[in-house]
């Protein structure tokens, strides 16, 4: 249904209770921005659903707002005075400087939570717990739609937060070009007189200011981009407040913003077109920047202050005595506001010149484009990955941001860490700072390492370390000071220059994993070797992949886990070189210099690709770990039968995984991890209710990965905290360890849990040379996994229908029943799974991995829901269900193809049996397969000690567990169940 400014008022004040808007002034600008939704913006229809959902709320904030003042008249009096107003470009370290501004016990700033429900609940208390928690939720719900925004803009629920998200209830924000594609709207409101808008700021400002009396006497500090398109009007309504410009090049300011736009356009929109993008960012700001110089223009210039790498700031100081009245307030332009910009505004020209040279997209992935113009001559330094020294300040610094400007990725070697981690931060990963003397070898080998690790090579190097600060000391003082730095740039140029050459051998020449011909699965072998020259020195890494470790040193008794991990015999504690050790949890690389032509000097790198951790193997020595013994699996040692497992978590699921684990012949439970301080130290069984297991648990993460296990089996809750689900596994597979995972189900098949998600985990996968596996009961092996085994039968397909329907009332898990499905809630806008998006975020992988089994394509994802109500109070395992509130739900989540639903998985949850009688019957789940021939299966759990649920939850633990050996013994990556040979119940049987 098309979006309307009259159905938009209709349910807000039928939401609200109240009728009044007051002034009718932003009804210009929200109907011009409906209008741009639907001509341009191409929502999808999860976008349309979240957009009207959006607005809708916004307006019913605007009639709450009016209703407050109407009650309490005194918030109007409130004195609200404004610091500071930062208004740098996108990208360019306003956040930062905004939060370290905001920390200061005199000043204050608007909050994320409080931009997101500024105004207080009936019957909330002061604390605002209410609005807190549901910002959060919403927060980590935004985070799980879209991963990879929190890596281009750090996101806190708590902390400041931009003020312009209380201009989006004006209607006149630059939030809403940044996430539709609205250019219309966009190009409206650069000519927009802005006042009345201001004005209200200034009354959300006095209602936050109101309801927290601690703020009484704090100035505030206001930040965001936004500001710079309405300068004049911010100097007109805060009396006595500086202006601060941050500064950062717009060659790399503008693509970094338009990267972010892009990822927050994705959430609306699945026709997103970054060549659209830059141009109009790029013209936007340069517009905006010539705008903002024709303000400042009248005023008396200031020096401009530099504040670290190129980073400026200046302060307008009104005159004393020149009060604010209201109304009829007159503009007054007194002396001081800072010359931030010389003549035309800084980066305008650039930007202009980018233009002419052709610089009219942001995606980097376009070769025709990133190119700086530098006396007519097109430089691109895409693909090239650069080593630069002396990255501690000065012409050092200077390199390495020219060269991310110009497309390269840097890798920043200083003997310090302040500069190369500020630039680190600013380039979004495209920089990356390591700490290193010149002089010593194994510091110019770990940056080396550190790049063929990060970007597969390195083919090129910058030399600009010197030994001392400047050069009046090397003149003061020459004999000793030039003798030092000669040998700093001597030592050092040579020593990185014969690194870096044997470092681009190895990207160049790099091989992934290989079979040999009798059969056997080898590590792959790295074709090139870090090496100098004729017999210098090896970088090694020292971590073998799993499969191979167990074969070239199996486990003996009073082995220790480093001994494992690293694929070496143990050594005595005072040998020399025993130099490895782990620490947070990521296993740190070693050189153990060895002469030349030594066998040591002869042993070939290994590994599985040139990310991977590797090890050595003795020459002319063949992993045999695909051999057949009778009752050891294909990867196990040669004296032990048992895959070194941590269980991660005991919730619902993890609860009877542990006991699983230690009964499994296969297995051996090493360790296990527990959220709860209560539990630490608990025997592990007695936590999950069996007899003692010998396990201690804790929540010391590094100490349980220095233990040294093959497995991790990872089933700790994501309800709310995907991205902390996606960043264990990163680690725990980038230490080498593999993972087999029933948490966050999307990641049943992570090509479709999010933009970037597959392709993080993938390079993890890469790193550790290990594999992470992700499957349960549902989603997993009670929807896909019984559609694609029964696939196998079939000569045509025309549907498949994969089918939950199973009754909750003895689930005993309060958070999820309640604030995650809904269940007891008035109504369904209180559940966050049927949330516009929720269900396709989870249950759409499944839908797409059936599609990958059947080689078809999907249009696009649909979903649908309806609620029953309850008749009657009445209680069931997770607490009690009031009359009136959501006692069942159905809904599905459909493969679109050719406009029809073909594949299609369905839930139908109730909580009790009698209800909904028109809704499919059963207990447990469903396979339809329509084609030829036509299934049906049922697939029913239960159990000899609990219910179906209890059942359930079992179910889903060991089809990961039972998974262990062959995730172990596959090739490292990010596997599924399409992935895996057939795996079922060995050793089980009783």
Known sequence: MPLSVDSLLEAARAKAGYDRFGDDWFLEPLDLLVKSLESEARLSDTGRQMTERRLTALLVDRLRLRRLQSDNPEILDTDVRVAAVICGLPRTGSTLLHRLLAASPQLTSTLSWE???????????????????????????????????????????????????????????????????????????????????????????????????????????????????????????????????????????????????????????????????????????????????????????????????????????????????????????????????????????????????????????????????????????????????????????????????????????????????????????????????????????????????????????????????????????PDKSLRRAIDVILHGSLQMTRLCGAADEVGRRRIGRERRDDGHTEAAERSGRLRSGQGGDELRHPVPCARARRAQHPRQPGDHGLARRTGRPALPADDSGAEGHLRAGRLRRHRLAQPAGSDTHRRRLRGCHPHAAVGLLERGHRSDSRRQRRGVHAGMSATSDKYRVIQWATGTVGIHAVPAIAAHPDLELTGLWVHSDSKVGRDAGEICGVGPLGIAATNDAEALLATGPDCICYTANSDFRPGEVIRDLVGFLEAGINVVNTSFVPLLYPRAAGPGTHERLSEACLRGAASVYTSGIDPGFGNAGLAVSALALCKEVRTVRMMEIVNYATWDNPFTMFDIMGFGKPDESSSLLLAPGSTAMAWGPVVELVANALDVELDRIEESHEVILADADFEIASGPIAAGTISGMRFEIMGMIDNEPRIVVEHVTRLRDVDAPDWPQGAGYRVLIDGDPCIKLDLELSSHVGDHNYAGCLATAMHVINAIPAVCDAEPGVLTFLDLPVYSARHLFV
């Open 115 to 477: 931009c997101s429900y500024p105004l207080p609940f009936p019957g909330e208390s002061p604390e605002a717990e209410i609005r807190k928690e549901k910002a959060k939720k919403m927060m980590e719900m935004f985070l799980s739609l879209s991963p990879d925004f929190a890596d281009i803009h750090t996101v806190v629920w708590d902390g400041p937060e931009e003020d312009v998200l209380l201009l989006d209830r004006t209607f006149t924000s630059m939030g809403y070009d940044s996430f539709y594609w609205v250019p219309t709207y966009g190009i409206w409101l650069r000519s927009f007189d802005q006042s009345k808008a201001y004005d209200e700021l200034r009354e959300w400002l006095q209602v936050l200011q109101w309801q927290d009396r601690r703020r009484e006497g704090r100035k505030w500090v206001l930040k965001s981009p936004h500001h710079l398109m309405a300068a004049e009007t911010i100097l007109d309504e805060f009396d006595d407040c500086k202006v601060v410009m941050t500064h950062r090049s717009p060659t790399s300011a503008v693509p970094s913003y338009a990267s972010m736009v892009q990822a927050t356009m994705s959430q609306y929109s699945d026709q997103v077109d970054p060549k659209q993008i830059g141009p109009y960012w790029s013209d936007r700001f340069a517009e905006t920047l010539s705008r903002f110089t024709e303000v400042r223009a009248p005023f008396r210039p200031l020096r401009r202050r530099a504040v670290r790498g190129d980073r400026y700031a200046a302060g307008r100081n009104r005159s004393a005595g020149h009060g604010r009245s209201r109304p009829g307030r007159r503009r007054r332009r007194p002396s001081g506001l800072p010359r931030l910009l010389r003549g035309q505004p800084r980066g305008t020209a650039r930007i202009a010149q980018l233009q002419r040279g052709g610089l009219r997209s942001v995606d980097r992935t376009d070769r025709d484009r990133l190119r700086l113009l530098h006396g007519g001559v097109p430089v691109i330094l895409e693909d090239e990955v650069v080593v630069i020294t002396g990255v501690g300040a000065g012409l050092g610094a200077k390199l390495a941001r020219r060269a991310v400007d110009e497309g390269a990725k840097v890798v920043m070697a200083a003997r310090s860490g302040g500069v190369t981690e500020q630039i680190q931060r600013e380039t979004g990963g495209a920089a990356v700072a390591v700490a290193c003397d010149v002089r010593k070898e194994d510091d110019c080998a770990r940056v080396i390492e550190t790049a063929v690790d990060r970007f597969g090579k390195v083919t090129g190097l910058v030399n600009s370390a010197y030994a001392h600060p400047g050069f009046d000391d090397l003149l003061d003082t």
